[in-house]
């Protein structure tokens, strides 16, 4: 089992220009979230799906785009991104909602100039 | 929405002594309050959680008490030991989405 894995694992942009990150898990997990850490603020949810097909807005969604096509990939969208999107994007999934523990993919650092 | 406070934003201890991490939080429905640990260069980690039906749980050295009443609950970490050191964040949960606190970066010295 690799649990949750992220890919890239670093990428630097230049304002404006597109990417594609990628979570994928293969523990079955019907929920999946992104979320993006920034020292002093925590982890803040970005966008997150209850199950394939299906995606959902969290705390800060704007400049972000998701999809969830197959139940075991979540992807996250910057279609144009700037530089206060710079930051460590983590993804994690769980079984069921709420009072379940999430598990988390190690991070990708981005850095945009 | 649901906000998470978490106090103190560094913590430095001895080794051997203990380590003590608040939080407080907004939404009185909020129901269920994990702590995670994240060491450098790795996502977070679930260490222990609480439910809102229980005051207080305890696993080795590791134990968390919540009080509903005040909307406050803390981890507690005693004999520190080296590999305590990471960053600690609380969390409090309402329906499908957790709230995380700031997180607290936690060194035990030697």
């Known amino acids: 089992n690799a649990g949750v894995t992220q890919t890239p694992k670093f990428r630097v942009l230049k304002t404006g220009q597109s990417m594609t990150l990628l979570c994928a898990q293969d523990m079955n997990h019907e929920y999946m979230y992104w979320y993006r850490q920034d020292p002093g603020m925590g982890l803040r949810l970005i966008h997150y799906s209850v199950g394939e097909g299906t995606t959902a807005k969290g705390e800060v969604p704007d400049g972000y785009n998701v999809s969830r096509l197959k139940k075991q990939n979540f992807l996250l969208g910057l279609e144009s991104a700037a530089p206060s999107q710079t930051s460590v994007y983590f993804c994690?999934?769980?079984?069921?909602?709420?009072?379940?523990?999430?598990?988390f993919g190690p991070g990708t650092r981005l850095t945009v100039t | 929405g649901e906000n998470v406070e978490q106090h103190p934003s560094t913590l430095s201890v001895q080794e051997g002594d203990s380590a003590v991490i608040k939080c407080t939080y907004s939404d009185s429905a909020s129901n269920y309050f994990p702590w995670y640990k994240q060491e450098l260069g790795k996502g977070p980690q679930l260490i222990i959680d609480i439910r809102s039906n229980v005051g207080e749980k305890k696993d080795q050295r590791i134990a968390v008490t919540l009080n509903k009443t005040a909307k406050h609950f803390s981890l507690h970490i005693t004999e520190t030991q080296p590999e305590d050191s990471a960053v600690y964040f609380c969390a409090a949960s309402r329906e499908d989405k957790l709230s995380f606190g700031a997180g607290t970066t936690v060194t035990v010295r030697a």
């Open positions: 994690a999934s769980s079984p069921l909602a709420g009072s379940v523990e999430q598990y």
